[in-house]
C-alpha cells in the first residue's frame, strides 16, 4: 500500500511540474485532466468515494471540455514573458509552506484515534431519521443535510466557473468583431 501511495504522490509531483513548465495549452489542458485523475485516486485511497467521483466528473470531466472550449475561441499557445517575477515564487513557497505546517498536527494515516475513525458516531445514524422527518437513507441524510452548506459551495464554484467560461467565450460586437454580413455591406 504505502508502495502505490508514494507512486502517486511522486506522479502529482511530476504532472504539477510539468503543468507549469509547458507553454503549449492544449498539454497543459490534458496534463490538468491526468492531473485531477491522480486526485481522484488519492482521494479513493483516502476512502473517500464521493469526492473522487466528484473530482473525476468536475476536474477532469467538465473543466477539460470547457478549458478547451475556451482554448478554441482563444490563442493556442500561452505568451511567454518578457520578465522574470519572484513574486509569484514567493507566494507559491509562502502558501505550501503555510499547507505544510496545517498539517504538522494530523493524526498519521489509518490511526484509530483520527477524527475519521472516531466520527461520525453512532448518533448521526440514530437520529437521522427524526431530523430529516422521515427520510430513510441515512447517505442522502448526511449530504443533503448535515453537509448541505458544503453542497451548496461546491455547486456554487461550479457555477461560478461555468458562468466564467460562458462570458470568455461570449462574441461581443462592440469588441470590434463586426458579424460577416456587415463586413461585406460597409465594404460596398
Known sequence: MNLIVFALL???AITAVAIAKLRELWAVIMFTGIYSFLS???M?????????????AVGAGISTVLMLSTMALT????????????????????????????TLDMPHFGSPDAPAQTYPD????????????GLPNVVTALL????????????TVVLTAGIGVLLILR???????EPDHLAGENSA
Not at 499557445?77 to 518578457?82: L, T
Not at 507559491?92 to 496545517?102: E, F, K, M, N, Q
Request: net charge negative; no cysteine.
Open 10 to 12: 511522486a506522479l502529482l
Open 122 to 133: 453512532p448518533s448521526f445514524v440514530e437520529r437521522s431519521e427524526h431530523d430529516m422527518h
Open 75 to 102: 490563442g493556442k499557445a500561452e505568451d511567454i514573458p518578457r520578465k522574470s517575477s519572484k513574486v509569484p515564487l514567493f507566494v507559491v513557497i509562502v502558501t505550501g509552506a503555510t499547507l505544510i505546517y496545517g
Open 44 to 56: 479513493m485511497i483516502l476512502d473517500a468515494p464521493d469526492v473522487a467521483f466528484t473530482e473525476a
Open 171 to 177: 462574441r461581443d460586437e462592440r469588441d470590434g468583431d
Open 40 to 42: 481522484a485516486s488519492w
Open 144 to 155: 443533503a443535510s448535515y453537509r448541505s452548506y458544503d453542497t451548496l459551495g461546491e455547486t
